[in-house]
């Protein structure tokens, strides 16, 4: 057992430093029922980082991965928050998915090029969580420190455009602005827990939390902390089955958070009839 601890620590480290701002985050996403745009900004910020490790020796990478996949995020942060009021008249899921579709297919035309593209599309998708040091913890939860600060800093402004959209665009001056900055908040954050935990994992810490606790609370503190307790249960529980049954870490926590989802709808189901 200690070995096991000594092993994943840093995972299970880096497991909770995501979960302290992605709980939070996703549900701000679920509220503005755009389910799918964390998707969508980690998969331009995959392809960002891709296009730009064309152009350097591998080994060779330095900064350029990053600062391409915050650009490209930014982008798709851009047109997220400047085409809000466009909902009126077609689905921001709509576009949300079409932009992941086609940044998905222009990563795949990237990776064509690549010796490496089959290994690469595979870090993409689940990450490599396993091979998580403590420098990058550390790392990452000090700029988390930061988003986060500055997150709770716009907070007021932030849930208002989520929750209640129609009064923040009639009574917020220039919400397009604040709408962009919480988008590329949002971005940063992606791209920095993308290239450790894949999409697929950062996906399912933003919104399995979200749901499993929509599921039983209405009020934002209770479902908030509920979150975190979800995402720190599902973390143990995946990456105790990837030890115990030498899985892949990325993708038993996925399924960990799965198997909570329908633990939790049976719960409700049977909450439900019970009353």
């Known amino acids: 057992m200690i070995d096991a601890l000594?092993?994943?620590?840093?995972?299970l480290a880096m497991c909770l430093v995501i979960a302290?701002?992605?709980?939070?985050?996703?549900m701000h996403v679920l509220a503005r029922e755009v389910i799918?745009?964390?998707?969508?900004?980690?998969?331009?910020?995959?392809?960002?980082?891709?296009?730009?490790?064309?152009?350097?020796?591998?080994?060779?990478?330095?900064?350029?991965?990053?600062?391409?996949a915050l650009a490209f995020t930014a982008v798709g942060a851009a047109i997220f928050a400047f085409t809000r009021r466009a909902r009126k008249h077609m689905s921001l899921e709509a576009l949300v998915g079409i932009v992941y579709a086609v940044a998905s297919a222009v990563t795949v035309l990237?990776?064509?090029?690549?010796?490496?593209g089959a290994e690469h599309m595979k870090d993409i998708l689940v990450g490599s969580l396993l091979n998580t040091t403590w420098k990058q913890v550390v790392q990452i939860a000090a700029a988390y420190v930061v988003l986060g600060?500055?997150?709770?800093?716009?907070?007021?402004?932030f849930i208002r455009i989520s929750?209640?959209?129609?009064?923040?665009?009639?009574?917020?001056?220039r919400v397009e602005l604040w709408d962009l900055a919480f988008y590329l908040l949002f971005g940063v954050v992606i791209t920095l827990s993308?290239?450790?935990?894949?999409?697929?994992?950062?996906?399912?810490?933003?919104?399995?939390?979200?749901?499993?606790?929509?599921?039983?609370?209405?009020?934002?503190?209770?479902?908030?902390?509920?979150?975190?307790?979800?995402?720190?249960?599902?973390?143990?529980?995946?990456?105790?089955?990837?030890?115990?049954?030498?899985l892949p870490t990325g993708a038993a926590v996925v399924a960990a958070f799965g198997a909570l989802?329908?633990?939790?709808?049976?719960?409700?189901?049977?909450?439900?009839?019970?009353?």
């Open 6 to 11: 000594v092993f994943l620590g840093p995972a």
């Open 20 to 26: 302290s701002i992605h709980v939070y985050l996703g």
């Open 36 to 68: 799918f745009v964390d998707l969508s900004l980690a998969q331009l910020a995959a392809l960002g980082a891709t296009v730009a490790a064309l152009f350097v020796r591998e080994g060779h990478e330095g900064v350029l991965p990053h600062i391409a």
């Open 110 to 116: 990237v990776l064509s090029r690549s010796p490496h």
């Open 149 to 157: 600060t500055i997150q709770v800093v716009l907070s007021r402004r």
């Open 163 to 173: 929750w209640t959209p129609d009064e923040a665009e009639s009574s917020m001056r």
């Open 194 to 246: 993308v290239q450790v935990a894949g999409i697929l994992l950062v996906f399912s810490f933003l919104i399995v939390p979200a749901v499993i606790t929509r599921l039983f609370w209405e009020g934002f503190g209770r479902r908030l902390v509920a979150g975190w307790v979800v995402a720190i249960i599902a973390s143990f529980l995946g990456l105790w089955a990837s030890w115990g049954w030498d």
């Open 261 to 275: 989802l329908v633990v939790a709808g049976i719960v409700r189901v049977f909450s439900s009839a019970a009353t």
